[in-house]
């Protein structure tokens, strides 16, 4: 099991930037990956990385303007967000794999096991 700790988030205003980190620690992980969700509606996919950042995947409304990285140690996973729009408010969640993966699955919740508890980013107009 992976331990994943978010930070970062805060109440920002429209086209600020904000940027989001999530601590890693436990087991290997092979891909991390941001969701975020707002009240009512279900955890949507935002971005993921492979562990050697080789691939990227963003949702269409952040590419552009978010950029996932991981670091060194591969151990933490960060989410630069910039221009931000206050339809980017939600709570944001941090989620790990430590199993194999096909890159065609890294936008779905079903391959992440392991979940933070969530970073909420409030973007006002």
């Known amino acids: 099991q992976v331990q994943l700790v978010e930070s970062g988030g805060g109440l920002v205003q429209a086209g600020d930037s904000l940027r989001l980190s999530c601590a890693a620690s436990g087991r290997t992980i092979n891909a991390m990956a941001w969701f975020r969700q707002v009240p009512g509606k279900e955890r949507q996919f935002v971005a993921t990385?492979?562990?050697?950042?080789?691939?990227?995947y963003y949702t269409d409304s952040v590419k552009g303007r978010f950029t996932i990285s991981i670091d060194n140690a591969k151990t933490t996973v960060y989410l630069q967000m910039n221009s931000l729009k206050p339809e980017d408010t939600a709570l944001y969640y941090c989620?790990?794999?430590?199993?194999?993966?096909?890159?065609?699955?890294?936008?779905?919740?079903?391959?992440?096991?392991?979940w933070g508890q969530g970073t909420q980013v409030t973007v006002s107009s």
């Open positions: 990385i492979s562990r050697n950042g080789g691939t990227t």
């Open positions: 989620a790990a794999t430590t199993k194999p993966y096909t890159n065609a699955l890294m936008m779905s919740r079903v391959i992440y096991r392991d």
